[in-house]
């Protein structure tokens, strides 16, 4: 068994929906395709949500008939038979009667918003797995929300979601493709709810642990993790293996291309990552394992934006013991995690990307330490590779390389396979592409 997930604009136009079946068919082996919404679909169920909000019915209207109407068109180029295009038309009325039952609805909640965004996954899956009938393949839809579950602190809950799945798949046993939808699951209030954005990546991964799966491939629209940003960077390139470890952390430190929490599942279970370019299928793409072959000295480089940073000082001396015990039960308290800390005799300093109770934190501190203002808007540039504690010249490379760039924070040591920078947002472009120019040759 495999899981094999297509993003966005996998999916995004017939053609490219055609081709995705295609692959699905030609590879023999029996697999759990995981669809995301077609892509610019979920920001339009956003948009719209947004619009429901502010009493702005018609311009929530307005979004529903232009995004129908393109779903209309994809119907009808993607089904050949009459028959077909009917289907495809019944599934889209089906769901847009519901989306436009939601406009007038007053007061609209996040239940009801919730329930809105997942009708990007809802509707590329149904109309993926008719079309997969169609053409007489042997497939099944298994709705996620019949299996994937999150808890109270919106952290998948492992075992119900293997006992489900599981059962449910056995009761399957005669489908070779088997599609469901990424993103979206239920919450404890057995409430319709999501994976956060770009989640569809982490539905995989858990699918494919809970399953024991052979390999978890990403197919999207470029080949692979590439060494830096490139959106951002004008020369990058792919590279062909990482560890568990390396991904994780390029993950959550900002490469779009993974959702932040996708390697965790995977590497308990010791299941490979694959990553695919639907747009040139025969490319290598970049193979996530436990065991890589060619180690680099740096890897690559990801950066992740919205960081807040916050200065504490004791009032005693930092290595009284208890300091930074009390400083963390603070973020504990309030469910924040804190990504980078640095630490001088009397000082720490720690950055935040969730600053939704930084107003409380700071209340809090202040009560046994004196803070100086946080800087906002800061990017946490995070350099990924195998950093041998006894080799020498790492750090002066990356130093070297941002002599132009004025530094923050830089947090180094704790792991074998990470450096993390803190620099101001709108410095953040020059860092990186100076970073790529100092640390890889090409
Ligand atoms: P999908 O819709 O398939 O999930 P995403 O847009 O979420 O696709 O992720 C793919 C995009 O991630 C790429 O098009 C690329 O612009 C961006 N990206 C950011 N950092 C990296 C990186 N280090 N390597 C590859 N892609 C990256
Ligand atoms: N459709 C969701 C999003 O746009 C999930 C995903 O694409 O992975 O965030
Ligand atoms: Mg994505």
Redesign the pocket.
């Known amino acids: 068994m495999q899981v094999w997930k ?5 999916v995004g136009k017939p053609e490219r929906m055609k081709s995705i079946r295609n692959l699905v068919i030609e590879d023999k082996t029996r697999k759990i395709v995981v669809l ?1 919404a077609l ?1 610019g679909t979920t920001n339009s169920l956003l948009e719209i949500g947004e619009a429901i909000k502010q009493n702005e019915s018609d311009q929530a209207h307005a979004v529903i008939t232009k995004l129908k109407a393109h779903y209309q068109a994809f119907i009808e180029e993607l089904y050949t038979t009459a028959e077909g295009k009917a289907k495809g038309q019944k599934i889209i009325k089906k769901e847009f009667d519901f989306i436009g039952s939601l406009v007038n609805i007053s007061p609209f909640t996040l239940k009801q918003d919730k329930e809105l965004v997942a009708q990007g996954e809802l509707l590329s899956t149904q109309i993926f797995s008719a079309y997969m009938e169609e053409a007489g393949d042997n497939v099944v839809l298994i709705p996620a929300l019949d299996f994937m579950r999150i808890d109270a602190d919106n952290e998948p809950e492992l075992a119900t979601i293997e006992e489900k799945l599981n059962n449910l798949l056995s009761q399957q046993s005669d489908k070779q493709i088997i599609v469901t939808q990424g993103f979206i699951c239920r919450n404890p209030r057995g409430e319709v709810d999501n994976l956060k954005r ?1 989640g ?2 982490y539905t995989a991964s858990l699918i494919g642990g809970a399953t024991r799966s052979e390999e978890i491939q990403i ?4 080949d ?8 951002i960077v004008k020369r ?1 390139f792919p590279v062909r293996e990482l560890s568990f470890e390396e991904a994780a952390e ?1 993950a959550y430190f ?4 993974l959702h932040p929490s996708t390697i965790t599942p995977a590497k308990m279970r010791g299941v490979p990552v694959r990553l695919k370019n639907t747009m040139e299928p025969n490319a290598p793409g970049t193979l996530i394992t436990s065991n890589v072959k060619n180690v680099n000295e740096i890897t ?1 480089i ?1 950066a992740k934006d919205n960081i807040t940073a916050i200065y504490i000082h004791s009032t005693r001396m930092l290595n009284a013991y208890g300091f930074l015990r009390r400083v963390f039960e603070v973020f504990e308290k309030y469910k924040t995690p804190v990504d980078m800390i640095t630490t001088s005799e009397v000082s720490v300093a720690v950055t935040i990307d969730n600053p939704e109770n930084l107003d409380l934190i700071t209340e809090e501190l202040s009560q046994f330490a004196d803070l100086e203002p946080h800087d906002y808007n800061q990017s946490i540039i995070c350099i990924v590779g195998n950093f041998m504690a006894d080799k020498a010249g790492i750090a002066k490379n990356v130093i070297d390389a941002l002599i132009d760039i004025p530094v923050r924070m830089i947090a180094y040591g704790a792991s074998e396979h990470n450096m993390s920078i803190l620099v101001d947002t709108k410095d953040k472009s020059k860092a990186l592409e100076a970073l790529n120019e100092g640390l890889f040759k090409f």
């Open positions: 297509f993003g966005g604009t996998s995301s892509s770009g569809s990546d197919w999207t629209d470029i692979g993790m590439h060494n830096n940003d490139p959106r990058t390029l900002g490469a779009k291309i690559a990801a």
